[in-house]
């Protein structure tokens, strides 16, 4: 069985940083990718960063390009999110999904989500 776990979120002040982990494992794959999203209340998940853990390439969206880096260790089966410069638009719950294909197709396991709330 897939599993993630989220940790790392809190209260943080704006221009703040904070530094989230997703370790997961239950899966044997060549290829597969981390992400994280987010959400709040009201809104559509948001993408926020993906990173492949076969060549290690990485993507952001565009609310984060910037400020936010997203990192990995395969041996430790552990992708980190360092968010800098932290706003009040950033507060959310956010999540870690890791994807892969196989044989049988396209799937995909959500981590039950950390919250980050940036408040003055």
């Known amino acids: 069985q897939v599993q993630l776990v989220e940790s790392g979120g809190g209260l943080v002040q704006p221009g703040g940083s904070l530094r989230l982990s997703c370790a997961y494992s239950?899966?044997?794959?060549?290829?597969?990718?981390v992400g994280w999203f987010r959400q709040t209340p009201g809104k559509e998940r948001e993408g926020v960063s993906c990173?492949?853990?076969?060549?290690?390439?990485?993507s952001y969206g565009d609310s984060v390009q910037g400020r936010f880096t997203i990192s990995r260790d395969n041996t430790k089966n552990t992708v980190w999110l360092q968010m800098n410069n932290l706003k009040l638009e950033d507060t959310a719950d956010y999540f870690c999904?890791?994807?892969?294909?196989?044989?049988?197709?396209?799937?995909?396991?959500w981590g039950q989500g950390t919250q980050v709330t940036v408040s003055s």
């Open positions: 999904k890791v994807a892969w294909i196989d044989e049988s197709g396209a799937h995909e396991e």
């Open positions: 239950g899966f044997s794959l060549d290829y597969y990718h």
């Open positions: 990173i492949s853990s076969s060549d290690g390439r990485t």
